[in-house]
């Protein structure tokens, strides 16, 4: 939460312009006004990576609820028509799957070209097949129930059916899976940022920030260590906000 | 029944508790019993109401991670069970009491084939060697009558229907010649006639072996036609013990009568078939007196305090816990 | 068991040739022609339709797509754009490398992993479960590449325990051995944390089950009732999680790889993304196919020889 804060306030929070140079303070150490000190090219440490948490966040957020609605409307549109289109659905999910997570990020991106939009298409492609499958499930059984089958009945119509009753049902599931796939998202984009297939720079990212270190790392270790920290904490947070909502949204808690 | 042999398992002022928020309230309080060589005594009741736990205690198998034997001795042969650690309650479980459960479905190791699983009770418990222990485990298998046993050996549970999972269970009970089987509710999950071929190989190999068995149910049709005395239980507390035909011919305590008159019998109208009204108390909110006071029609004052199991002045084997009947002489039923 | 198998593989043929089929026309999808990228925005007309032929892109695409597929399941992944030598032979040379990383990681995760869920699991509640989560969830946090530079930082910059270049000097086993310390336990420490969140899990799970109580009151032995009546039971989603890590764990071994500049698929990739060697590119999507095909159809017989149940499907 506070990082999320954080990255929303940015432009307010952060002392300096994270673009802004200064020869002279070229890897400094940190003083009162540069915090957590300055970059090889001068730029304020601190500033880049309320900066670059935007970015990451940002990119991420978008690809997973992109994934979310594509993913949880294919899985769920699946599950309830069922048959030739369920099957056709699930192997298209079950051959996105076949490709590693940052293979596949690897090849769109560096196919389509590092820009913001593409980075979220990549994503969210590797995205969209767990949700689909997460969203499927539920949605057989609750099909199955009486009160779908009540509804039917009646004369609802489809999309009423899907919505009101099925909807509810995946919700829960699909919000644990959203912290935890937010987790894995802000990893494959610092890790493609790493790579050098992320956000161009000079914009700051925190892979990209990281691999600027990496390159100093025998002088300047700091450089690559801030970034990581700040990484290190998103995830950390996103794994045990998703374990919570993981606890509280299974009663039986038997699982995981 | 004479009362001078030496019991085969005698259960002492047992109370299980178990931890619910912070505090251990009890499942069952102050429960005793015995059971002779080649006698079989039934524990009947509700869903819930200690029969299981019961059980459970006496094998020391109360998970220890929220539950705990507060206080009371389990006597096997004089032997205090309660006393003995893990290991040594390893040594009596399989060889001197065995357990059969409710769900053949679920109580058999889906990856394990029934004969390893049958062979393994010996294994533990015998100097048997491996091939002696299968030969002795396909005999048990053959005893417990699956067809063709030699060639099921091998197979995996979910190749066996309910009814023959539960003969797998037994055969697995009775690997070791144990002196008590306990057998929790063993033919609930199963289907009416099947129900009544396991019951009948259970009086059979009982009599065959001299063993004793506790068998637990809430069916009092099948108790009538297996049990030789009777525990009623109710909310943790036995409240009436008798023999089997005292016990139907002169319930004393309300809840037994009730209990009765919730099943249909052919010998009686339709109309008089009653359900209790009322619940069961929970065990976190147990009343300090009579727990069923609040359902029973006979309530009076005293009912407030907790009343004794006493025996009846007629029949010494009939006890009873209730102020108003246990007075009476069990004169009136 | 044997009909069981020879049902795994007839349904890893169609996959496989499904995901083939997505290589293909994700490759010839992507905007770009692939001749500017070779050659330059100011390439000429000639020199773009030379390449055209040389890759056969002038040919109708579902002459491609027949030829592509053909010439894949020969085993005959075509010619580098930028060094000109036979993809396969590439590969081959680099292909060890990433096998003995991602196979070392893969013995560490479960080695270590296993026995400390399962010890989580039986001590649930009490400090060791408690350190086993956070060290899991950490592990689950670590993007690849900063617990690699981590580790480099720390035994190799700060220790010196470690060549801070991992190169493995040919002839010289020792330094194939040092060279792969460290990338190893980088990613076997992650796959621990996996390994050891699904066992517990599940052993928690199997241990409430009603044939573990069967098992203890006939008297059979704690140590027993768990490495053997639970474990088999407890195993099948710990598989299921190894398999679906597997993927994960040749992303990361991409970082890894470069982070410690060791040679592998990792880095050729990169490199041909850098180069802009599309054909590479193209052969490297199908080894990485060929790949998570093996796996999926290893972790499916792995499910067959662990479950009797599964078997008879």
Not at chain 1, 188 to 193: D, K, N, P, Y
Not at chain 1, 229 to 239: C, E, P, T
Request: proline fraction near 6%; hydrophobic fraction near 50%; charge should be neutral.
């Amino acid at each position: 939460m506070v990082v999320a804060l954080s990255a929303l306030l940015a432009p307010w929070l952060s002392p300096h312009d994270p673009l802004e140079q200064d020869v002279l303070l070229r890897l400094a150490s940190p003083t009162a006004d540069f915090p957590l000190g300055n970059d090889s090219f001068g730029r304020d440490i601190l500033s880049r990576i309320l900066w670059g948490g935007r970015v990451s966040l940002y990119v991420s957020t978008v690809a997973v609820l992109v994934a979310i609605v594509v993913g949880g409307a294919l899985g769920i549109l699946a599950g309830y028509i069922g048959g030739l289109f369920d099957r056709i659905v699930m192997a298209a999910m079950d051959v996105l799957l076949s490709l590693p997570t940052l293979v596949m990020g690897l090849l769109v991106v560096a196919m389509l070209g590092p820009t913001v939009g593409n980075l979220i298409l990549a994503i969210t492609l590797t995205a969209i097949a767990p949700f689909a499958r997460i969203a499927r499930a539920p949605t057989l059984t609750v099909k199955e129930r009486d009160f779908v089958e009540a509804g039917r009945a009646l004369g609802f119509s489809n999309v009423r059916l899907m919505v009101v009753h099925i909807l509810p049902n995946v919700v829960d599931d699909i919000l644990v899976m959203a912290a935890l796939w937010l987790a894995t998202a802000i990893r494959t984009e610092a890790s493609l940022s790493f790579i050098g297939l992320g956000v161009r720079p000079p914009t700051a990212t925190w892979g990209g920030m990281i691999r600027e270190g990496f390159e100093n790392i025998l002088d300047t270790p700091w450089l690559a260590i801030y970034p990581s920290l700040a990484i290190l904490v998103v995830m950390f947070g996103l794994n045990m906000l998703g374990d919570g909502l993981r606890d509280t949204s299974d009663p039986r808690l038997r699982h995981e | 029944m004479s009362d001078v042999r030496q019991p085969a398992l005698a259960v002492e002022g047992l109370t299980t508790e178990f931890r619910i928020e912070g505090r251990w309230h009890a499942a069952i309080r102050d429960v005793s019993f015995s059971v002779a060589r080649n006698e079989t005594l039934a524990l009947v009741g509700e869903s819930g109401c200690g029969k299981s736990i019961t059980a459970l205690s006496i094998m020391g198998l109360v998970p220890k991670a929220n539950g705990r034997i507060a206080a009371g001795r389990v006597l096997l042969e004089g032997r205090d069970l309660t006393e003995l650690d893990e290991a040594e309650m390893e040594t009596v479980r399989g060889r001197a009491i065995s357990m059969i459960f409710q769900e053949p479905m679920t109580s058999l190791n889906p990856v394990l084939s029934i004969g390893f699983q049958v062979e393994e009770t010996l294994r533990y418990h015998t100097s048997l060697s491996n091939r002696e222990a299968r030969e002795r485990a396909l005999a048990l298998l053959e005893h417990v009558k699956i067809p063709s046993a030699a060639r099921r050996f091998d197979d995996y549970p979910h190749h066996f229907s309910g009814g023959m999972r539960q003969r797998v269970m037994i055969a697995m009970a009775l690997a070791c010649s144990p002196q008590i089987i306990l057998a929790d509710e063993p033919t609930t999950a199963l289907d009416v006639t099947i129900q009544a071929q396991v019951l009948a190989l259970l009086a059979e190999l009982k009599a065959e072996t001299g063993m004793a068995m506790i068998f637990i149910t809430h069916n009092l049709g099948i108790v009538a036609s297996i049990a030789d005395r009777v525990a009623v239980m109710y909310a943790g507390d036995i409240i009436e013990t008798a023999s089997v035909e005292a016990l139907f011919d002169h319930p004393m305590h309300p809840y037994t009568e009730a209990l009765l008159s919730s099943i249909p019998r052919v010998d009686r109208d339709a109309g008089e078939l009653k359900p209790i009204a009322g619940q069961v108390p929970p065990i976190t909110a147990m009343p300090a007196g009579c727990r069923y006071a609040d359902r029973c029609p006979l309530r009076v004052a005293r009912c407030a305090t907790m009343p004794p199991l006493v025996p009846l002045a007629g029949d010494r084997a009939h006890q009873v816990r209730c102020w108003v009947r246990a007075g009476d002489g069990g004169q009136t039923p | 068991m044997l009909t069981y198998i020879v049902k795994r593989l007839l349904v890893a043929v169609p996959t496989l040739l499904a995901v083939l089929t997505v290589v293909f026309f994700f490759v010839r999808i992507a905007p770009g022609d692939p001749a500017f990228i070779i050659l330059g925005d100011q390439a000429s007309q000639q020199a773009i339709a030379a390449v055209h032929q040389e890759l056969g892109l002038d040919r109708p695409m579902l002459v491609q797509y027949l030829d592509f597929m053909s010439t894949v399941l020969r085993g005959d992944l075509g010619m580098s754009l930028v060094t000109h030598r036979p993809i396969w032979s590439e590969v081959a040379n680099v292909l060890p490398y990433t096998i003995e990383l991602t196979l070392t990681a893969l013995v560490i995760g479960v080695v270590l992993g296993l026995p400390l869920g399962i010890a989580a699991a039986r001590h649930r509640n009490e400090a060791l479960d408690y350190a086993a989560r956070v060290f899991s969830l950490l592990g689950l946090s670590f993007p690849a590449f900063v617990s690699a530079i981590m580790l480099l930082l720390a035994f190799a910059i700060e220790l010196h325990w470690f060549p801070v270049i991992s190169e493995a000097r040919p002839g010289d086993p020792l330094s194939r051995v040092s060279a792969l310390v460290l990338p190893a336990i980088n990613l076997g420490l992650i796959m621990v944390a996996y390994v050891m969140r699904v066992a517990r899990s599940s052993m928690l799970g199997v241990l409430g089950e009603d044939y573990i109580r069967t098992a203890r009151s006939k008297g059979v032995p704690a140590r027993v009732v768990i490495w053997r009546h639970a474990l088999g039971n407890a195993l099948i989603p710990v598989v299921t999680v190894v398999g679906l890590y597997l993927g994960v764990l040749i992303g990361n071994s991409v970082l890894t790889e470069i982070v410690f500049n060791r040679p592998g698929l990792g880095k050729l990739i990169v490199n041909s993304l850098n180069q802009r060697d599309y054909t590479m590119l193209e052969g490297l999507m199908v080894i990485y196919a060929f790949i998570i095909v093996i796996v999926n159809l290893l972790t499916d017989l792995t499910y067959g020889l662990i479950d009797p149940r599964v078997r008879q499907r």
